[in-house]
Nanobody
Framework: HVQLVESGGGSVQVGGSLTLSCVAS????????MGWFRKIPDREREGVAG???????SYADSVKGRFTISQDTAKNMSYLEMNNLKPEDTGMYYC????????????????WGQGTQVTVS
């Protein structure tokens, strides 16, 4: 059974930085697709960044050049480094995993964390 737990959210000023972390139970880092999604009020959940088992990454256009996804297989961790944050980045951020993916589209059984709030003002 896979469990994902996010941390690292908080409040930050415009232009600031945050790094979100996701610890995964089970040996999935490096084997599953990992991703970060966000739910912004009045908008549907959207994919922010994804990393495939081969290390290739994908980003939403709105975060390219500002966000970086990475993972540490030894620690079973996925990270989302967020720089130059904007008010429109405010939302609940979720870590997700799936056995296969194409960019930010995940396929197969998906696993989700409980979310961590990011507020930019």
């Amino acid at each position: 059974h896979v469990q994902l737990v996010e941390s690292g959210g908080g409040s930050v000023q415009v232009g600031g930085s945050l790094t979100l972390s996701c610890v995964a139970s089970g040996d999935i880092i490096g084997r599953y697709c990992m991703g970060w999604f966000r739910k912004i009020p009045d908008r549907e959940r959207e994919g922010v960044a994804g990393i495939e088992s081969d290390g290739s990454t994908s980003y939403a256009d709105s975060v390219k050049g500002r966000f970086t996804i990475s993972q540490d297989t030894a620690k079973n961790m996925s990270y989302l480094e967020m720089n130059n944050l904007k008010p429109e980045d405010t939302g609940m951020y979720y870590c997700a995993a799936a056995p296969s993916c194409s960019g930010l589209n995940f396929y197969g059984r998906e696993y989700w964390g409980q979310g961590t709030q990011v507020t930019v003002s």
